[in-house]
């Protein structure tokens, strides 16, 4: 074999040498970065910062022991529970929108640091290095969910049942539509930003108004998310009738569907809302929007007898 040839061979075998070590160091860091919370992802002095704080701002609420009172306890099964996962969503809940009172106002460093307090008194081991504040960082640790207590079918078997006692569109129009419109609004409105002084209507009780300035517009946001989450399954109550008296077809493979569709946009606005961001919530609607329009456009947008696309030809809707 000639020199250059040698040569060549010699070059080749360095550089998939190369190749497999460079891999193989990819492989070994995602594999440290990857972590749970069992594997010391924080320091006794981090943890000693974050009680100071946890004192301070959180233990009016949760208690002094963190075993809840006026809000949830935040031990045990009760936080891996709530939590279980990236370690990013509980770092920014609490940047975000805690003490509930007085929000925005802890760095992600104090967040941080509260954190590793509640995983020091949730008996985690604490390690060499502190726990990161950053997003990429948090997102790469864990916090592992408890076990189930008891399986979803024996606690469904033991659950009373509830008949429905409105109509399809009472849902829609009670709970739905204006939950959605709320959300909406973050588009052209920020939550955020300073609310007039509420004044009470000269001509007495007004059903829009009442309640106004009790919470706040981020709170608000959050609750028509949860609301769309949590009454999205409404649409599957068997038994439940439209408008027009037909059966809603819950049954219907394309129904469960779309109404899983909507839960999902639904959770994904409420964590959407937990980042306090106008823009990441107004790019969320989109979600909302699509669940919806998917469920009308089979459902609902029936052709009537004047037009070729009429919306109110109540008479077609709830079947395909």
């Known amino acids: 074999m000639s020199s250059s040839v040698n040569r060549y061979c010699c070059a080749l075998g360095v550089a998939l040498c190369g190749c497999a070590c460079v891999g193989s160091f990819v492989v070994a860091l995602h594999a440290q970065q990857a972590r749970t919370a069992a594997q010391g992802v924080y320091t006794e002095a981090q943890a000693t910062r974050g009680q100071a ?54 760095t992600p460093q104090q967040s941080a640091d509260i954190v590793a307090y509640l995983l020091q008194v949730g008996k985690f081991p604490a390690g060499q290095a502190e726990l990161v504040a950053d997003e990429a960082g948090l997102k790469q640790i864990t916090l592992p969910a408890p076990p189930s207590r008891q399986p979803a079918t024996v606690a469904a078997a033991r659950a009373p049942s509830f008949p429905p006692a409105g109509n399809l569109a009472a849902v829609m129009r009670g709970i739905l539509f204006p939950a959605s419109n709320l959300i909406f609004n973050v588009q052209r409105q920020d939550p955020a930003a300073p609310r007039p002084p509420y004044q009470s209507s ?42 027009n008296g037909k059966p809603v077809p819950v049954q219907d493979p394309d129904w469960i569907k779309f109404t899983v569709e909507l839960a999902e946009a639904g959770k994904a606005a409420y964590k959407a809302s937990q980042t306090r961001k106008q823009d990441v919530v107004s790019d969320v609607t989109d979600q909302i929007a699509t669940s ?16 070729t696309t009429d919306p109110a030809n109540k008479a077609a809707r709830c079947v395909r």
């Open 292 to 307: 919806c329009s998917h469920c009308h456009e089979a459902y609902r947008d029936k052709r009537g007898p004047r037009t």
């Open 53 to 106: 704080l946890y004192k301070d701002r959180c233990a009016a609420c949760h208690g002094a022991t963190l075993a809840g009172g006026q809000a949830p306890p935040l031990t045990g099964d009760e936080l891996t529970g709530n939590w279980g996962g990236p370690l990013s969503d509980l770092v920014n809940k609490i940047q975000n929108t805690m003490p509930a009172n007085d929000s925005g106002k802890l």
């Open 202 to 243: 000269a001509a007495g009780f007004s059903w829009a108004d009442w309640g106004a300035g009790i919470y706040t517009g981020w709170e608000l946001v959050d609750y028509a998310a949860v609301a769309l989450a949590e009454s999205a399954p409404l649409m599957l109550t068997p038994g439940r009738r439209c408008e």
